[in-house]
Structures are given as C-alpha cells and as structure tokens.
C-alpha cells in the first residue's frame, strides 16, 4: 500500500492480525523457521552500561526474517489457487523468503525486484527457483507490475507488509524474544525493531503487547526514511519527505501500511532515525566485535545504540538484526572505511 | 609442551584431567563466559544431505574459545602467586583469552605474540589491558621468553593448551554442545574440533566421553600441520613435517601436547586435514549463506564438511567455528577470491 493515505482512511482497517494469529503462526513455522538466537555480548554490554539482546535473523533461513511472514502467509493460500502459484514485489529480501517459501510449498513464485537490487539477492531468489521481473525503481510502479502479473497468471499477491498472514509471521520472531527474554529471567526495557514498511515491528509489537506490555517499543529507520516516525507524529500514515539515496536498501518504503501502522500507532512508543555513517560504523563494529554480518537495513538498530540515539544504560534493551544480504563488494567497501 | 617427544615420554601424564573438572569449570565460567548458539542452517543441511549443528564460539567473549580456559585456569592461581600476574605467549586467541580473564580478575598480563600476529588480535589483546612483547616467529622461541618474563616477574605461566585448567575449560564447549544437542532430542553421530595443540579437542572430548561416548570425534587440522593426526598414527606425539606457510594461524602448533595428546587419543578416532584454499571457501560460504564472520583456523571443521572430507548424508554432525578474530584486509581479500 504505497497511495497517499487521506484523512478519511485513518480509521483502522477491519481485519487487524492479532496475537493469537501469532502462536498459530508460530506453530505453522515450527522445524522450518530457525529459531534464531538472542545473543548477547559482553563487549557491547560493557561499551553501553547496560544489556543487549539481539535477535539474530541474519541467521534466519534465507538470511533475513522476511521467510517467516512469507512461509505463513503463502501456506494459507486455499488449495483452488495454489496452480496459479505467488507473485511479490520487493528489493530483496522478502523476494527471497517468498522464494524459499513457496519451494517449500510447492508453489511457483514470480518475483518484481528493482533492477538495482543487491546482486546476492537476485542470484538467491533464483537459487530458490523463482522467476524474477526487473523494474526500474525510479519510473515504474512495482505495484503495478505485480498486480498486472497477479492477473495474467491468476497468481496470489503477497504483499512485503501490509498483509495480516505476513504480519502475523513476523511476529514469531517477536515471540521468539519475549520466550528466550522470560527463559533467561529477564525484562526488556525496550525493544527497537528495524523498520520499512512496518510489517516487522508491527508482529512484534503483537507479541510484545501480549507477552510484555510494560516493554518499550521503537521502531528504527534510515534517515530521510522515517515515515512510520513521521506517522506517528501526523496520527495517520504520511510518506516520508524527499530524502537522498540510503544504503539501507531493504527499509526504503515510502509510506507506512494501514494494517502496520494501525497495530504499531497502537502499541510503539516512537521512532529514531540513523545515519548511513551510523550505519556503517555498526556493520563493522557487528564484524569486528560481534562476527556477525549483516546488511545495511538490519543494521539499523544497532546504529541507534552505539551512535547513543537511546540510553541502555543500567537498562535490558532488546534490538533485531533483522537481516545479513548484503555483496562482498559493498560489505569491504563499507569495512575499509574509518570509523 | 614443542619439544621432541621421545619414546620414554609416551606414557599417559598422571594429572590428566576428567570431566568433573570440566563441570567445575563451567560453575567457574557461569555468567561470564557467554554461552553460544549452536547453529543450525536449512542451506547448509540441504547441501550435505544430513544436519550440521554448529557451536559458534565466533561469538564468545573476545571472539574464540579461549577465553573459556584462560578464566577457568586463571581463576584458581592461589592467592599468593596472584600479584605477580600472568604471562603467555599465543598467535593471538589464547592471547585475547588470557587478557581479558586477567583483566576480570584482576591481574595483570604480560602477552608474547609473534610480530606478524593479524592486528586485530594483538590490538585486541591490548584493548584488554595486557602488555604485548613480540617475538619473530622463525628465529626465536616464545617458550623460552614466556618463562624468561615468568620467573622475572614472578607470573604464573598460563600455557595455550598443555594444562588441565585450560583443557578443562574449554571442555565447557564441548559440554554446551551435547547439553544442546539434548535439549533438541538430537544425537550426534559425529563431531568436529578445531585442532591445534588440541587443548580445545581435549575438553570437548572429555564432555563426550562422559555425555556422548558414541559419537565419533575427529580432529581437522590444516594441510601440513596435522600433527595430532600423524601423532594419532605413530601412537605418541611427533611433529608436523615440513610446511608450507598456512592462513590459518590460530592452528599452527608444532606437536601435540603430552596431556592433550592423551586424551585426545583416548577418545578421538581420527583425524582429517584441509587446504587453504578449502577454508578460504568455507569463509565466504559462512559470509554469503550462514552470515557469520569466521577466521580461518575457526572455519577448518565447515571446509571438511564442504570439502566432502567426512561424509555427513543422513547423519548429525556437529563441529567447531572456533574463532572469528581475522583482519578486514585478509577477510575482504579472501572474499574477493572466485570458488
């Protein structure tokens, strides 16, 4: 849903997901999600005075969480419309767990990706056996694309965020959190939770309302990008303002999605924003300290903490690395840079 | 222990420690060494037709292992010899370990590393408040400035792997590792440690013995510095031949250790070697698919397993990513590299 929203759609949409989709997404995931572990780091603990936990869905099955929305969307497709198989648009990442998912399901896929994508993405949607459509980022609608390919083929749309099932999927990764958070005897303060489109933050914030409603919930995106935050403060989904080009490719979104902002309207407590500079210095820090790789987007909340956008001090504070795609090319590029 | 082991030397040392030592390591380490993930990745089981469960010791405290048997060894130098510090000589992870358990304890560290350490390690070890000394790798004897600077300063001598407080302490690995895989209703058939001096092969296989003693452990050792394997053939420790230079430097110890070597050849059965080239392909497949950062000596057990060296079809295997300490230029150079 990227259309201008008006005043009068800022009613909430009728079929908001809710917690309860979320365990039964969950059990539809379960042996097929990894169950990505919340990892902790005495280096970074000591760095910030506090605790952090970071969820690790670079360690997901197709390298970013987006399998988990996709997987459990995509299996609730009615027997009568499974020959028609799916169709999504996206830069990346939910391409490859839409990929991954309909493999899984035995489902042809046909994936919209903008032809500047990151070239790791492509080459593994295709690995997963799914077409893939380029479209030019700057002159032509992808959602366009994809409905004139859901019509042609009687393939079923799903959309990278504003969808129940999709939301719903992202959300065990918020469970996951608030499972291992509770299993360690421990409460988060605070959750940040990486942001485009708001289908992540807004699954996690239905668990996070369920399973630790005292939680502090911020959604984190690039600069110029910040349209959920921008949202929140209008009280109704606005587009973010002309903004330079990020390395965040996976959080570019323009708008919020009614679902997405409606639950997360409802449950966050605010947004931050963060520099490419800031996101970089967190890539390297995540290889040099962490050994983690991950990509610029599932960066973001990383940066916020380390570029001190918000205060762990003597505080649990929860944080998702929400995905690890990301070409060797860039990746040196960006570890060859100073801090 | 890098002397020549001759034929009188070959009976068991008597202080060989057990796997109670190993658990009253493991009270020692509680809350501070971080207890790692054991990962698992749906590509990877796809590849090999059969599970891997890999122990990321990438994500320890100061980036390998080690740091798991410098605390449990540290933590019991009596009262009267802790003013006199520690001092250790290592290519940089044992380093690392022995720095910051030094500096959580209290003493002060002096480190002997040799001059063409990778930078990371040996800034590293500083950050951590040790003193470094260097010395050249091919002309003079770290043993020997090791004890120099331990009877100088009156400092304990913590050994990089011939010590049972070291073995016992990274046996704590191997104990997580079986915990796990028990948690998960898993069974490993096999196992793969990381081998240098074998001090982390040791623990482990300690733990095995104990929780797991069907399981079949194998050492990996890189191509020309199998020690431990050509001392598993002779039946007592001798030297790797001559070698080429290796990339992987946390692995190139000359022989076995009396006591790691008795242990291990209790226990292992066998041991497998790999080529750089096969652990420099193993990195950009952790890069690109599990998205962990791994230095090469911690990647030689995922080359094996890539590299077809051990069959994994319709079994469990678990293996070490030992470490994850490398330089952002060798990284990204090896990244560049074509399989």
């Known amino acids: 849903m990227t259309q201008m929203i008006q005043p009068s759609d ?10 309860e989709d979320v365990k039964a997404a969950a059990t539809r995931l379960r042996g097929l999600a990894v169950r990505t ?13 506090g605790r952090v936990l970071m969820k690790a869905e670079t360690l997901q099955r197709t390298g970013s969480f987006k399998f988990r929305g996709a997987f459990n969307r995509i299996s609730q497709i009615p027997d009568r419309d499974k020959a028609g198989g799916v169709v999504a648009y996206s830069s990346g990442n939910h391409a490859q767990g839409v990929a991954a998912a ?41 959602e366009e694309i994809g409905l004139a390919i859901a019509a042609d083929r009687k393939a079923t749309l799903v959309k990278p965020y504003d969808d129940p099932g999709v939301i719903a999927g992202q959300g065990t990764c918020g469970l996951e959190i608030f499972e291992e958070a509770t299993a ?18 807004a699954g996690c914030a239905l668990a996070l309302e369920a399973l630790s409603p005292s939680t502090q919930l911020f959604v984190v995106e690039p600069q110029g990008y910040d349209d959920t935050r921008l ?16 390395i965040c490719d996976a959080l570019l979104s323009p708008t919020p999605g009614d679902i997405t ?12 924003t963060v520099t490419d500079t800031e996101v970089k210095a967190a890539m390297r ?19 916020a903490v380390l570029a001190g956008k918000i205060d762990v001090a003597d505080r649990v504070l929860g944080l998702t690395l929400s995905g690890g795609n990301v070409d060797a090319e860039l990746y040196c590029a960006i570890l060859s840079e100073d801090d």
Do not use: W
């Open 10 to 19: 800022t009613s909430a949409p009728a079929d908001l997901p809710t917690f």
């Open 37 to 49: 572990p919340l990892i902790e780091s005495p280096a970074l603990n000591a760095a910030v005075g």
């Open 102 to 142: 309909a493999a899984l399901l035995g489902l042809p896929a046909v994936i919209v990706m903008p032809a500047d994508a990151p070239a790791i993405k492509v080459e593994n949607t295709r690995g997963y056996g799914a077409e893939v459509v380029f479209y030019d980022r700057y002159k032509e609608s992808r």
């Open 184 to 201: 360690r005897e421990t409460k988060l303060d605070r959750l940040l939770v990486c942001c485009g489109g708001g289908g992540f933050t």
């Open 231 to 246: 949202s929140f403060e209008a009280g109704h989904p606005v587009p973010h303002g002309d903004a330079a080009p990020s």
């Open 261 to 272: 902002f409606a639950v997360n309207q409802r449950i966050a407590s605010g947004g931050l």
């Open 285 to 303: 820090y995540a290889f040099r300290t962490l050994k983690l790789v991950v990509e610029p987007g599932g960066a973001v909340c990383l940066a």
